[in-house]
């Protein structure tokens, strides 16, 4: 009876999801509940390996099965870039919170990510960011952010650790990206790492949270060659490099993506 009454419950989620606005949330909601849900399961499944960013592979297979029905495809090119052993600062493009599910398809060994510091209490999810030694960074307090700058640092040193970072500090949909906070050209420029810039297309083709629209779509996603920071003489220049390059793939991007979304 309980099996029959599950099987009823998804049927009907499936019927809703089909339907104009009321889907938008039905898919929303299940997306939410697949970060919670899947954190908590990777989580305890990790608890035997202690913490560690090895932890992400299998959090992050087990994310992605369980956002399969949702149909959003992420492409992957020039992955083999990642695969450098030496400790990056790897930046990305920040839309929404699809950018979780798109990070899984890109997301380097060795890798931490740093986060903002409310997600700490986002059930599930905190107890796999937990067991993967994520970073939290408070932005509404300098102290406590560059005291977050100064044990990351220490980390990339010690143990050369890679760190994803999502610069413009919030998410964006636009099209033009926002301008950079100073944390990742800091850590690099400190560190003496380079910057590995990561390009994602627009979700607007299968999300737009105006239009109440969440379907199954296309996402590029793109490795930059790697931005050597000793070569900039200041912080300001390294970002504003960087920003100029990834703008102008991003927009070559959403135009190839769109064809693919048609």
Not at 126 to 151: G, M, P, Q, W
Not at 196 to 221: D, M, Q, W
Request: aromatic share 12%; glycine share 6%.
């Amino acid at each position: 009876m309980t099996f029959l009454t599950i099987l009823f419950i998804i049927a009907v989620l499936l019927v809703l999801a089909q339907l104009p606005i009321i889907g938008f949330y039905v898919r929303a909601f299940y997306y939410g509940m697949c970060l919670m849900i899947g954190g908590f399961a990777g989580g305890i499944a990790s608890i035997p390996s202690g913490k560690s960013t090895n932890n992400h592979f299998r959090m992050f297979k087990i994310f992605q099965a369980m956002t399969w029905p949702m149909g959003i495809k992420f492409e992957l090119r020039n992955g083999d870039i990642l695969n450098d052993e030496k400790p990056y600062i790897i930046i990305a493009n920040h839309q929404s919170a699809l950018d979780v599910l798109g990070m899984s398809y890109a997301w380097p060994v060795n890798c931490v990510v740093m986060l903002k510091s409310s997600l700490k209490y986002f059930p599930g999810f905190n107890l796999c960011a937990y067991l993967c030694e994520s970073v939290y960074i408070n932005r509404f307090s300098k102290e406590k952010a560059h005291k977050t700058v100064d044990s990351t640092l220490s980390e990339i040193v010690t143990k050369k650790r890679k760190v994803w970072i999502y610069p413009e500090g919030t998410r964006n949909p636009e099209p033009e990206l926002l301008p950079f906070k100073k944390g990742a050209f800091i850590l690099a420029k400190e560190a003496k790492i380079p910057i590995v810039p990561c390009v994602f297309s627009s979700h607007k083709y299968f999300y737009n949270n105006a239009e109440k629209r969440l379907t199954g779509g296309h996402c590029i996603i793109d490795i930059l060659p790697e931005v050597d920071s000793s070569k900039f003489d200041s912080v300001d220049e390294l970002s504003a490099h960087c920003r100029k390059i990834m703008q102008c793939h991003r927009e070559k991007l959403d135009a190839e993506a769109a064809n693919l979304n048609r």
